[in-house]
C-alpha cells in the first residue's frame, strides 16, 4: 500500500512541475541524458540500462531490464548562462546578459512485467529539451537596440515533453527489442517573431517592425521510437535505437501589428511556424568490466538539416518578405561516456562526459539570438544510495562548460554585413530521483 501511495504521489509531482519558461538543452535543444541517473553517467544508456528514465529517452529494448513493477521520478533544476554581445564596424558595442533563473524539468516513468516475464510494458512522461533567452532592450548594444535599428528585447521560450507508451519483448534470452509511441507537447513564445513577416511603412525612410508572438501557444506532435539490446554474453551489451521525426501542428500566433508608423497600428494580424524535432539515431556499447562497475559509451545523430523549422530552404534563410524561415542547423553527432561503481553494497558512485557538436554555423549566429544552443562539452557526476531493497534515491550535477559562437550583424533590408554578433553559453544542473521496484533493484 505505501508502494502504491509513493508511486501516485510521484505521479502528481511530474504533472504539477511542467516544463517551465527559458529552459534550454545540451546536444542541440535535447538534453543529453534524462533523469539523475543518465545524466551522472554522460547519457551513455543506449546499451546500460541502469534506469528507467535513460532507457525510455534512448532505447525502449531495455526496458526488458527491469521486473516486476517499477516507477521512477526525477527532478532537475536546470540553470543556463547566456551572452549576446554586438557592435557596429567602427562604432563598437556591448554585451548583454540574460536574466536567468533555474528552470524544473521532470520526468516519470513506470514499467510492468508481465507474468510470462518475456514482456515489458511502460509509459514514460519526459521533459527532454527546449531553449529560451531573456535579454533586456539596450541602447548600446546594436542587435538589442530598439526596433526598427534593432530587435529590442528579446524573449524566447521553448520547452518540449514526450510521453511515450512502449512496450519491450525478450524473443530470445539474448535479444530484447522494443517500440514506444512518441505523443509530444511543446510550448513556444518568441518576442519579436522573425519567423513573421515584418510591418512595412513606406517611409522615408521605410522601416520595418517584426511583431510579437508573446502569447505562448502550445502544439501537438507525434512519431515512434524502436530499439534493440544485444546481451553478447556476461561482460558485452550492444544497443541500437531509432527516434522518427516528430510531426507537429504548426504554432498559431495571436497577435497586432507592430509598426507604429502604420495607421493599422495595433490591430490584429495572425501568423503560424512550424518547427518540428529531428530525428535520431543512437548507437551504444556497455562493459560489466567488474561485477560492480559498470562502463558505457554512445554516439548518437541528430538529424536537424531536413527538419521543418530549422531547415534552411536552397533560397536562403531570409524569404523575399524578409521573414527569417528557419533556424538554419546543421546535423550533429554527439559522444558520450560514463561509469557507475558501487564500491560498496549500499552506494554507488557515477561519472560520465558528452561531447556534441555546435549545431549553428557561425554565419548564422545573429539568427540564433533566441536559441544559443552551442555548447560542446559536458562532465557530469552522481551518487547513489540503495535505502532499501526496493527503494534507491539518487543525485547528480553536471556543468557544460561555456562556447561562443561569432557571426556577421547582417543589414535584412541589404543583406550586407555592418558589424558582429556574439553568442555565449554555459550550463549548470542539479538533479535529483526516486527509483522504486516490487523486485528489489541492483
Known amino acids: 500500500m505505501r ?85 557596429v564596424t567602427g562604432l563598437g558595442g556591448d554585451a548583454t546578459r540574460s536574466v536567468s533563473d533555474f528552470v524544473p524539468i521532470p520526468a516519470i516513468g513506470l514499467t510492468a512485467k508481465l507474468n510470462n516475464e518475456k514482456v515489458v510494458l511502460g509509459i514514460g512522461a519526459l521533459g527532454i529539451g527546449g531553449f529560451g533567452v531573456n535579454y533586456a532592450a539596450s541602447t548600446t548594444n546594436p542587435i538589442l537596440t530598439p526596433q526598427p535599428n534593432g530587435f529590442g528585447q528579446v524573449y524566447s521560450d521553448y520547452s518540449l515533453m514526450k510521453f511515450t507508451p512502449a512496450v519491450a519483448f525478450a524473443p530470445s534470452e539474448k535479444i530484447w527489442v522494443g517500440a514506444a509511441l512518441n505523443v509530444d507537447w511543446a510550448r513556444l513564445t518568441v518576442m519579436p517573431a522573425p519567423f513573421a513577416s515584418p510591418d512595412v511603412d513606406a517611409g522615408p525612410p521605410p522601416t520595418a517592425f517584426y511583431p510579437s508572438a508573446s502569447a505562448a501557444d502550445g502544439a501537438f506532435g507525434f512519431g515512434f521510437q524502436v530499439g534493440l539490446l544485444w546481451k553478447i554474453n556476461d561482460m558485452f551489451n550492444v544497443g541500437a535505437a531509432y527516434t522518427s521525426e516528430q510531426w507537429f501542428e504548426e504554432f498559431n500566433f495571436q497577435s497586432t501589428v507592430a509598426n507604429p508608423n502604420l495607421a493599422t497600428f495595433g490591430t490584429p494580424r495572425e501568423f503560424n511556424f512550424k518547427l518540428n524535432v529531428p530525428a535520431m539515431v ?89 536559441a ?65 521496484s516490487t523486485r528489489g533493484m541492483k
Open 282 to 370: 543512437s548507437g551504444g556499447l556497455a562493459v560489466y568490466a567488474l561485477p560492480n562497475l559498470l562502463l558505457s559509451g554512445d554516439f548518437r545523430y541528430y538529424f536537424y538539416e531536413s527538419t521543418p523549422g530549422f531547415e534552411v530552404p536552397e533560397t536562403g534563410i531570409v524569404n523575399p518578405d524578409f521573414s527569417v524561415a528557419g533556424f538554419g542547423w546543421t546535423n550533429i553527432y554527439s559522444i558520450h561516456a560514463g561509469f557507475e561503481w558501487w564500491p560498496v553494497e549500499k552506494f554507488a558512485l557515477r561519472g560520465g562526459y558528452n561531447y556534441s557538436q555546435n549545431p549553428i554555423p557561425d554565419s548564422l549566429a545573429m539568427f540564433n539570438v533566441p
Open 3 to 87: 508502494f502504491r501511495a509513493l508511486t501516485g504521489a510521484l505521479m502528481v509531482g511530474a504533472l504539477v512541475f511542467a516544463p517551465a519558461k527559458e529552459a534550454s538543452a545540451t546536444d542541440g535543444h535535447f538534453l543529453f541524458g534524462v533523469g539523475a541517473i543518465s545524466a551522472a553517467m554522460g547519457g551513455a544508456n543506449t546499451a546500460a540500462p541502469v534506469d528507467l528514465l535513460g532507457t525510455f529517452y534512448l532505447n525502449p529494448a531495455g526496458l526488458m531490464a527491469f521486473d516486476g513493477f517499477r516507477s521512477e521520478f526525477s527532478f532537475e533544476l536546470f540553470k543556463p548562462d547566456r551572452t549576446v554581445s554586438s557592435e
Open 372 to 436: 544559443p544552443a552551442i555548447v560542446q562539452h559536458h562532465a557530469s557526476v552522481g551518487l547513489g544510495w540503495q535505502v532499501t531493497r526496493r527503494f534507491q534515491i539518487s543525485a547528480a550535477y553536471y556543468r557544460a562548460f561555456e562556447n561562443t559562437g561569432t557571426g556577421p550583424l547582417i543589414n535584412l533590408g541589404t543583406g550586407a554585413a555592418v558589424g558582429t554578433v556574439t553568442n555565449a553559453l554555459k550550463e549548470d544542473s542539479f538533479l535529483l530521483q526516486f527509483s522504486l
